[in-house]
């Protein structure tokens, strides 16, 4: 059986979510690579070997420049040029899941049970 690729992008905000009245926090929330990582882990706690999973990481350019050219390209190709044009396309549509080309979630939060579901039914197809 071929391989399903997860694509999961995390959500991209240039403000600084960890202060608080001016005081920095040490919560997990702002970061969110924690909760992208949450989601490969458990996408791989119940496909195991049947997915290969790419979080990126914003914090890298090229995971960055990858992720802006990835997005880009699947909107356009779906006709929403107005998305795929946008300098700030990280920040609007993200966090996004993309599953062997195909978007399926994206500007909601993860919702594991909608994409393991949609991953189940995309390896029969």
């Not at 890298?60 to 300098?87: C, H, I, P, T, Y």
């Not at 609007?92 to 994409?115: H, Q």
Request: aromatic fraction near 8%.
């Amino acid at each position: 059986m071929r391989k399903i690729v997860v694509e999961v992008l995390p959500k991209y905000s240039s403000e600084n979510c960890c202060s608080v009245d001016g005081e920095e926090t040490t919560i997990d929330c702002c970061n969110p690579l924690v909760e992208a990582n949450e989601l490969k882990d458990k996408i791989k706690n119940v496909l195991g070997d049947l997915v290969v999973i790419h979080v990126f990481d914003y914090t890298l350019s090229v995971d960055w420049s990858l992720a802006v050219n990835r997005l880009r390209q699947l909107f356009k190709e779906r006709g929403f040029r107005g998305l795929s044009e946008m300098d700030n396309i990280l920040e609007v549509v993200t966090p996004v899941v993309i599953v062997n080309g195909n978007l399926v979630s994206f500007v909601c939060p993860f919702d594991f049970e909608k994409i393991v579901s949609r991953i189940m039914t995309m390896s029969y197809e």
